[in-house]
């Protein structure tokens, strides 16, 4: 039976009006079988009434009404033939009961089975599922109240409609092969796209069943849909949030894995396709793949040990690349765990270090560098921070003041090891820190504890002025080689300035003799007239008083020259006192009037009409003089075109950055000096002469610097050249001799 919606269903009000008609024939029937003398079973009509009732569905009804037309029909009998029963009317009687009975009975019947299809569609309805029939041209026969809830029609509305027409059904394959498959197999299953009544989408899960009647001829399709819109929006979502983890795993700037609790890979991210690996077929043997040989052992057994523990993992080894070339990279692993703390997974992620692991070797490399350099050129360094006066020292550091490494440095270790006589300096440079000085300079010298003394350089400058905190960061350099090989270089470089005087002296012996014979004669000479004025019969007392003082005078005079050879020959520390400029430059013109006068040379002198007052050396200073005034002579020997004039000057020259000196200038009208001589005029061993020994203007300048002056040369090359000097005007801090 093709299930048809709404067959034998009976309202209420269609009951009503069918009992109603069901009396009205009843008694239309009684009163004619009754009351009128036609011969006919008439009272066969009240199987009508029994129709009638039956067809309200009411069993009691049905079965109250066929008694009622038997009652009837017996009644009306009696009544109409009085006792008079013949055969044709009880035969016609027994007829209409006959009738009456089976058509009850027929009726009750139809109306079990139509109660029971009623039941089991009442069933139908009860799921949720939306079941709808329609038949082979699609058009709906039965609709349920879960297809009523699912698309929004009541069946009245739907039954007789299309179904794909009436649900605008879309699927992924075309409705002709749908129809097709379903009349060939018998069914299909699969998701459909309809539209509600209210214009919405549903995405409904669909069973197709068809139904084929006895001679096997397609004859309705049974179809369930359940509204799946809701699992498929889930679906989606978890699909979006599945890519979207997905695709912020694979950004991780890292290579992201997880293995099982023992330790099997089972996932990783898009960043391993660097290294040229999958997972499939070879889930434990990536590790072996990619690691490098030397780092294997380390990593696999650090990596069994943290699976056995249970403790995060961490290891840094070499990772191979699909190129072939190894990176440094750090792994790093955690367990995830259950309630009970069993390990279910593994999460882990590999990160590329192969920069930091480089810029730490450079590091290294570096600091070693530093420290090789610090060993080598003596030099340590120092981190002050002030005003905690915290310190931060070298390895050097500690070897140039010879502490144990493990002390903590500071500034009374500095302190200790400083000489006593330094101390002061000491303090006073280190601590000078704290007012914030931009930069500090000073050299100094340290006693050791077996009473070896070290000279020391200290620079410092201020590293973070604009931080709270100041910082100093400073150099030290262990200077005493330097020192020592100074004060030796200081000492030959005076012995060579004695060797040079007393050569010097050697070549002026003629000047020499003759200044010393020249007042040696005057004294002969005054000597020689005091006594002709005594042995005069009146001697004259006046004039032998005026000869002996000029004796004394001329005596006093070779006194003075032999003292002053003295002094130059003499080997001895330089000794400083106030002298003026003036006085020294006139003695020295003296001491080689006679080589001046031998050459033909002019001199010109002009003093300067102050006293130019200056805290030095008389010997170094005259030998100064000596050696430019020398130096014009030579310079002017092969001169015949020009006058040989020699020009000294004496004044002020005033730096005004670096202050008053007094100043000695000497001009000649020589040869002049090339411009490329004149750079390395002050060289020791620089000399153009045949017989010269390139040291004197080398000497005359550590002289002039050792006074704390300055000593250059200019030239005009073929016309001459001057060379001056300055040295500081005494400021009355000189020791007076
Ligand atoms: P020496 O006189 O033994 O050569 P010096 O150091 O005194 O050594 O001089 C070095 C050189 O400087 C001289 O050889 C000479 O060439 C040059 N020199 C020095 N003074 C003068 C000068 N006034 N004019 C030209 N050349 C000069």
Redesign the pocket.
Known sequence: MMLRQGAGMTSARDARFLYFLAVVIAVIVFVIDALTPLDIAIAVLYVVVVLLVASTASRQAAIATAWTCAALTLVAFAMSHDGNYSGGPVARCIVSLLAIGITSFLALRNQANTARLQEQIQLLNLTHDAIVAYDMSDRITFWNQGAEALYGWSASQAIGQRIHDLTRTSSSIPLDELRDEVVRTGSWEGELQRVRSDGSTVIVSSRFALWRDDKGKPRAVLATNNDITLRKRMEAELQRQQDELRATIDAIPGMVWSSSCDGELSYINRRWNALGVSLEGNSGDVWTSIVHPDDWHAMYAAWRGAIATGKPFENVSRIRHSDGSYRWMHIGAEPLRDREGHILRWYGVNTDIEERKQMEEALERSEAFLSDAQRLSRTGSIGTRLPTGEMWWSDEVYRIFEYPQHVTPSMELIVARAHPDDLALVREAYERGLPGMPYIDVEHRLRMPDGRVKHVHYVAHLAAPQTANLEYVGALMDVTERQLAQDALDRSTAELAHVTRVTMLGELAASIAHEVTQPLAAIVTAGDAARRWLNRPKPDLGEVGHSIDQMVRDAKRATDVIRQIRAMAQKRDPSEAVLDLNVIVRESIELVRRELDAARVEIEASYAQRAPLVCADRVQLQQVVI??VM??V??MAGVTDRAKRLRVCTGRFDDRFDGHYAQVA?E?S????SEE?LGR?FNAF????AD???????ICRSIVEAHGGRIW?E?QEGQG?T?QFILPLDKGTCDEQ
């Open positions: 050696n430019l130096n014009g030579q310079a000497v000649d020589g040869t002049g000096i001589n005029l620089f000399t153009t002469k010269g020994m390139g040291m004197g203007l080398s040369a030239s050249s060379v």
